[in-house]
């Protein structure tokens, strides 16, 4: 029998909450949600469930986008890793390399936003051959302009009679440390991080740019420096600092960057880089001694709990903070919105 509603009557949708509702949904069955607060409807073509009106087709989601880290340098003395490139649209903070916060992405619901999260960059083990360069992190999907942060540059590598090829730090989001007297740092890229540390006439051990800062210069004595600072960020409900630079290697024990660098001991292999804050790996300390690898990057996207669809790949971690829901990637996978 058709309803007719005269203007003075309702229809009164059944309820449930994100957690209970139905199992077996046909298309187009529509409820209350009382953990949203919205009407949804459910749509087979997505196999997901959809608030309902025109409002909510789009919406927008916040991102922090962290590339690899670069691989610190084989010694006599090594060049630090740079950190992962930081690129960041959540609240009013600023993305590496001194950029100014950025706009966050326009999702449309049923589009699959795949997320791809880069590897750390391999440690030199030659004194010929600068650490690798971390790989890239990204968000892409139909109608988005792709947003990547570009891995970390490798630290430079020496031997102990001469300079090399290798001994230049390589650019990257932030730039890998130098590693011989007289050598120069790589660059960083705009808006994602800072150059590494650059080596003077008898300075040797200079360390990896972080988002946050520029590489420290190598210093006379062999003694390193400690790597370049990476930046905080509260886009999933609490500050957590990441693309820390890698401490550059020498004679003594240096500290990587506030956001996961890696560190040195003297004389000896680098540090890694803390897994998921694309960290750079730390120069090797001693002869032959092998840099440390980069750490590996992360994808977070902060959204309105209200559009929040549940659908995933990869296994992100999901949490809530006030009224969004935010999703960290630590391995590739895909959103559907």
Same mark, same amino acid.
């Given at each position: ?49 959809q ?61 699959i ?13 030659s ?25 970390g ?36 890229t ?22 946050g800062?520029?590489?420290v ?7 390193g ?23 550059? /290697? ?5 500290? @990587? #960057?506030? $956001? &996961?660098? +890696?560190?040195? *001991? =003297?004389?000896? %292999?680098? !540090?890694? /880089? ?5 960290? @750079? #790996?730390? $120069? &090797?300390? +001693?002869?032959? *001694? =092998?840099?440390? %690898?980069? !750490?590996t /990057? ?11 669809? +549940? ?27």
């Amino acid at each position: 029998m058709a309803m007719i509603l005269d203007g003075s009557n309702g229809v009164t949708f059944p309820t449930w909450t994100t957690a209970t509702r139905p199992s077996s949904p046909a298309t187009g069955m529509t409820g209350y949600n009382t953990t949203t607060g919205q009407v949804e409807v459910y749509n087979s073509t997505y196999s997901n469930w959809q608030n309902a009106g025109s409002s909510h087709v789009k919406y927008t989601a916040e991102f922090l986008i962290v590339a690899g880290g670069g691989g610190g340098g084989c010694g006599y003395y090594g060049g630090g890793g740079g950190a992962g490139g930081y690129r960041n649209s959540y609240s009013t903070e600023t993305s590496g390399g001194g950029g100014s916060s950025e706009t966050g992405l326009t999702f449309s619901l049923g589009v699959i936003y795949t997320i791809t999260v880069g590897a750390g960059g391999a440690g030199s083990t030659s004194a010929t051959s600068k650490g690798s360069n971390g790989s890239d992190s990204s968000i892409s999907g139909s109608g988005l302009s792709t947003v990547t942060s570009l891995g970390g540059g490798g630290g430079g590598s020496r031997n102990n009679a001469t300079s090399n090829g290798a001994s230049d730090g390589a650019s990257g989001g932030s730039g890998g440390g130098a590693a011989y007297i007289s050598s120069s740092g790589g660059s960083g890229t705009t808006n994602q991080g800072y150059a590494g540390g650059t080596n003077g006439s008898n300075a040797y051990g200079a360390s990896g740019g972080g988002a946050g800062a520029a590489g420290v210069n190598g210093v006379l004595n062999d003694h390193g420096a400690d790597g370049g600072v990476g930046l905080a960020s509260s886009i999933t409900g609490s500050s957590v600092y990441r693309s820390g630079g890698g401490a550059g /290697g020498g004679l003594v024990n240096r500290t @990587g #960057g506030n $956001g &996961g660098g +890696g560190s040195t *001991s =003297a004389s000896s %292999a680098g !540090g890694n /880089g803390t897994a998921n804050t694309g960290g @750079g #790996g730390g $120069g &090797g300390g +001693g002869n032959g *001694s =092998a840099g440390g %690898a980069g !750490g590996t /990057g992360i994808v977070i996207i902060r959204i309105p709990t209200a559009n929040y669809s +549940g659908t995933t790949t990869g296994s992100p971690t999901v949490t809530t903070s006030g009224s969004d829901t935010i999703l960290q990637f630590t391995s590739s996978g895909t959103y559907t919105a």
